[in-house]
């Protein structure tokens, strides 16, 4: 026999198996005959007063065997498939859209501008260590995308956009843990993300996709209404581990130059998951008469507290010694704040507890920070971005850039936070109480942030709007949550790329570009996704668009 119950228990409780199990065995009266197995299937935590509840909905199985629930994925071989599909970028849009095109005997061609996430490391080491930013692999550029190395979220309220269930058994079946098939907002954690991702990968070539690394998209060839081929810019580097698994582009032969090879590759039809940082591939379609338009985006700061801190807040907690005893059962504690400042949205975006700030430029004269988590959240730190939403209107100065406006200001500002830091990645910072006050801080609190912080007048970074904006915000997130607007907290600067200021526009149903039929913008590169579940799913639909059409 089987039964779902629902259960409104204290942590003590709900996350020990053993009392879970007596707790649930008492409340349906079983007898000591019985056996019976307790499967958590939803866990959400309440945590409104200071008695912490946690929301569980459990299967009971009773008095029968339990069967084995290995998640099996229906991937087919592919190699020799005659329909084929080309996608530009291995995010998380990239790998599961070609993990789709597996599923329905499709062949993936994968071509990302950057390395493997092995290979990427070092480039990310080099950043923290001596300033220096890989332009084609960096936190944003490379396997995995930017969802590779920053935190593993897998939270998303986009449940009409496609399957989030098959999405999640997707991770589990390359390696994540079946706890986020449980969670209420479930995470992997960076220091897990990169071999789930591997494995994808290894799924991907063991039957018969292509992944090409290193390999940049650099034109679009067109006619009428139809791409006929991309060019291709292949780095002849041999830094990868993975350049000898590739598959050898075979379409063409390429016209070698001292340090690139550039290929011709045909294309029936193209889904570009290039990310919300590829600005070159605005620039490439915008040049190439390829319809995009200026959409509103978010621009901010990252604030950090310790995380005993947040705890103590979030959890109701009078002293340190109970913020100890309650982390004995609960998680590090994370925070949604949001905030209406006449007319502009004050929000947290990205929550990371147990976290650091990560410098995310994508080029070596610009600051971009971001967030992540390890998958146990322990750092001592708790970081967000706090950013106000820019609507249209907040381009104007910029009108003469057209569609690409909001790109504009997006890199002026962050190239002003470069300038600010001391023109390395050095970043601008400010107590947060003290950037509140419009006063610059005397001598900045210990931070996460690697590369280092410098203490300015963060309106000079920022300009005096979305400054004025950010502290009506932060003083509104003050009565909410008491005591958050401390000089215990530092903000970072800046905090810019929580989506693209660019949409590739696209037919609503069709899932085409409005001008190109085999051409498919998918994802946050194109304006419909906002993290790895969301961007993942839009791969998913595109290929099922795909799909359709060849049918």
Partial sequence: MKKEIQLVLPPNIAFNEQLLKQEVGEGLGLKESDTFFVKPLKRSIDARSRNIKINLKVEVIINEPVVDETIVMDYKDVTTSKHTITIIGAGPAGLYAALRCLELGIKPIIFERGKDVQARRRDLAAIHKLHLINEESNYCFGEGGA?????????????????????????????????????????????????????????????GGEIHFNSKLVDINYTGDTVKSILIEKSNSMDSSLSLRAVT??????????????????????????????????????????????????????????????????????????????????????????????????????????GIIAPCATAQNEIVTNGWSPSKRNNPYANSGIVVGLELRDFEPYKKHGALAGLQLQKDIEHQAWIMGGKTQTAPAQNLLDFTNNKVSKQLINCSYQPGVASVQMSDVLGKQIVSNLQQGFKAFNNKMRGYVTNEAIIVGVESRTSTPVRIPRDKITLQHIQLKNLYPCAEGAGYAGGIVSAAMDGVNCVNAIQQKLN
């Fill in 147 to 207: 969802g590779t190395y920053s935190d593993g979220k897998l939270y998303t309220r986009s449940s009409k956009r496609g399957d989030i269930e098959h999405i999640l058994k997707t991770f589990v079946v390359h390696g994540a843990s079946t706890e986020i098939l449980v969670d209420a907002h479930p995470h992997i954690g960076t220091n897990k993300l990169p071999k789930i991702i591997s494995f994808m990968r290894e799924t991907i070539l063991q039957h």
């Fill in 249 to 354: 582009l075979s379409e063409v032969e390429g016209v070698k130059s001292e340090k690139h090879t550039t290929i011709e590759h045909p294309c029936a039809n193209i889904i570009l998951a290039t990310g919300h940082s590829a600005r070159d591939i605005y620039e490439l379609l915008d040049k190439k008469n390829i319809a995009i338009e200026a959409k509103p985006f978010a621009l901010g700061v990252r604030v950090e507290h310790a995380q005993d801190y947040v705890d103590g807040i979030q959890y109701s907690c009078n002293n340190i010694k109970e913020v100890i005893e309650k982390r004995d059962y609960l998680p590090a504690a994370s925070y949604s704040l949001v905030h209406q400042a006449k007319d502009y949205g004050v929000y947290s975006f990205c929550m990371c507890p147990g």
